[in-house]
């Protein structure tokens, strides 16, 4: 699987297309970083308008924000407060991952209809310290994060919502595909692949602290890439 974009002044290496959340993991190794440290986000002025959490689109286009300014604190207002996060591995990677990170994951069985765009199955999974830790890492390491094609959002009518019987909404999953993530340092790059890549997210409703109003978090996010 290698990626269409290139550049005449980078060294670039497709890496397997575990994007973004995975990639924070693997890149982080790849790079040599082992330990976490302290990156502390830049602060800025509140921009004016509603949220992007306001809508599940613009969640997710909130994680592309949070992944190109290198910002942790934006990247932790989309996990829920009460640490029930999950990022789910994509099946075909599992084993290689297991073998190599078998503290860091625990394995979790999905049910059939459990989930509409996700098959049932075995899953390793890591929890919302975990991901922090990867994404902090990340951030604070890699001189460059960038989306040379981003990843096409679902349109809308695919969208699953979970309605109560009063009609709140109160979940959506929806599906991601292709884009090409690229991660590293100003001469040399790692990069997804953009062919085979899938990710699903199931989204949740939390009241903001600040505004109090219902905004959308990231409850599981599933990397369904095949190899």
Known sequence: MLASYRSSNRSRF????????ASAACLALILYMACD???????????????LRSTPRGTIE?????????????????????G???FFISPDFSDIYASTHSTDALLTNIEEGEYHYVRSGSYYYWGHDSEIAKHRRLFD????????????IDDERNFRYTVTPDGDTTHVELRM??????????????CTSKERMIQVFLLEKEIDRRTGNMLWVIKDWFDLDTN
């Open 177 to 190: 595909t292709a884009g090409e993530l690229c991660v590293g340092q100003r001469d040399t790059l790692f």
């Open 84 to 86: 029930t996060y999950r």
């Open 14 to 21: 497709t890496v397997p297309a575990m994007l973004m959340s």
């Open 141 to 152: 390491m890699a001189d460059v994060i960038e989306f040379t094609e981003y990843p096409i």
């Open 37 to 51: 440290t302290l990156f502390l986000p830049p602060t800025g002025i509140p921009e004016d308008g509603p949220s």
């Open 62 to 82: 909130y994680l592309f924000r949070s992944y190109e300014n290198r910002r942790i604190d934006q990247f932790i207002e989309l996990l829920p407060r009460n």
